[in-house]
């Protein structure tokens, strides 16, 4: 069955930078999009960016110029640099995707930016 795992997160103060990892398993990775989310508390979930399978990028006004994804076909791993961060970065992050009709999440990472 499909298993995304995000680690990664953090406490990091404002200005900083973070690398969060998805680690898929399940499906053939290289056929898939794949996406991350953020969910503030409070606030409903928000795309943070997306890597084709021919690894084109899209990112939310939010973090662009900020963020940056990629993908390791080799072992199964999607990323998500994360730099300048500012407080309200602060969220749990979810990769994801897309496959026979339905989303498939996984448990999240916590990114906590503050002081």
């Known amino acids: 069955q499909v298993q995304l795992v995000e680690s990664g997160g953090g406490l990091v103060q404002p200005g900083g930078s973070l690398r969060l990892s998805c680690a898929a398993s399940?499906?053939?990775?290289?056929?898939?999009?794949m996406r991350w989310y953020r969910q503030a508390p409070g606030k409903q979930r928000e795309f943070v960016a997306s890597i084709t399978t021919m690894k084109l990028t899209n990112y939310a006004d939010s973090v662009k110029g900020r963020c940056t994804i990629s993908r390791d076909n080799t072992e199964n791993r999607a990323y998500l640099y994360l730099n300048s961060l500012k407080p309200e970065d602060t969220a749990v992050y979810y990769c994801?995707?897309?496959?026979?009709?339905?989303?498939?999440w996984g448990q999240g990472t916590q990114v906590t930016v503050s002081l």
């Open positions: 994801s995707i897309y496959k026979a009709g339905r989303d498939y």
């Open positions: 399940g499906f053939t990775f290289g056929d898939y999009a």
